[in-house]
């Protein structure tokens, strides 16, 4: 089955160590996006990427960064976590097709949970 | 400042009744509406959408409702079932110019059906 696979599912990290979570997609679809989820908070959108494009989100601290090396695999670095950026990370793919104005939905991965010690 | 709003951190209703969660939104720009479910431990699903240019959309057990002038959505399910017990988010979206579209989510409403 076509899917978003999000790797890990729970990822333990020591205050100011960096870690990296990783998506992949066997979609095919060619943009990819990555949200912050805190407890009982709406996920928020940190950036996306259209195709090799990256957009990031004019609130997004530097401290999290993003590689797509390729259409299927996108990660999320965080450079230096804090005890603040422990939350539920989801990565979404959607399809952009030229010139429709129709929105094309997101598909999300189970999420990566992050607890900062 | 929320631009989309859940009010109603949960809902309760039987088994067989009709489940109705709200949703309102402040960005007069967002030009589509979508629900999404999410079960614990997995990510959201896409359930239903809606385009600014309807007022109601039906799928099944499933009907969402815009009303652009109050700038409010809500989410009919009827009747409602054990399995539909979920948090459901409200998300809307505006065109960003980069190609593609983002989503703007509430905080959802937990959804507990009693059977």
């Known amino acids: 089955d076509a899917m978003v696979i999000q790797n890990p599912r729970y990822q333990v990290t020591q205050f100011g160590k960096p870690v990296t979570l990783s998506c992949s997609q066997t979609?095919?679809?060619?943009?990819m996006y990555w949200y912050q989820q805190k407890s009982s908070q709406a996920p928020k959108l940190l950036f996306h990427?259209?195709?090799?494009?990256?957009?990031n989100e004019a609130d997004t601290p530097d401290n999290f960064q993003s590689r797509r090396p390729n259409t299927s695999f996108c990660f999320l670095d965080i450079r230096s976590p804090g005890l603040g950026d422990a939350a539920m990370y989801l990565c979404?793919?959607?399809?952009?097709?030229?010139?429709?104005?129709?929105?094309?939905?997101?598909?999300f991965g189970p999420g990566t949970r992050l607890t900062v010690l | 400042d929320q631009q989309v709003k859940q009010n109603s951190p949960s809902l309760s209703v039987q088994e067989g009744r009709i489940s109705i969660l709200n949703c309102d939104y402040t960005?007069?720009?967002?030009?589509?509406f979508l629900w999404y479910k999410k079960y614990p431990a997995e990510g959201p699903t896409f359930l239903i959408s809606?385009?600014?240019?309807?007022d109601k959309n039906e799928d099944g057990r499933f009907t969402v409702f815009l009303n652009k002038s109050a700038k409010h959505l809500s989410l009919h399910i009827v009747p409602s079932q054990p399995g539909d017990s979920a948090v459901y988010f409200c998300?809307?979206?505006?065109?960003?110019?980069?190609?593609?579209?983002?989503?703007?989510f509430g905080k959802g409403t937990k959804l507990s059906v009693i059977p």
């Open positions: 979404a793919t959607s399809s952009r097709r030229s010139g429709d104005p129709i929105y094309n939905e997101q598909f």
């Open positions: 990427y259209y195709d090799k494009d990256f957009n």
């Open positions: 998300a809307a979206s505006d065109y960003s110019g980069a190609g593609s579209y983002q989503l703007t």
């Open positions: 809606i385009s600014s240019i309807k």
């Open positions: 979609l095919n679809h060619n943009v």
């Open positions: 960005n007069s720009m967002f030009d589509y």
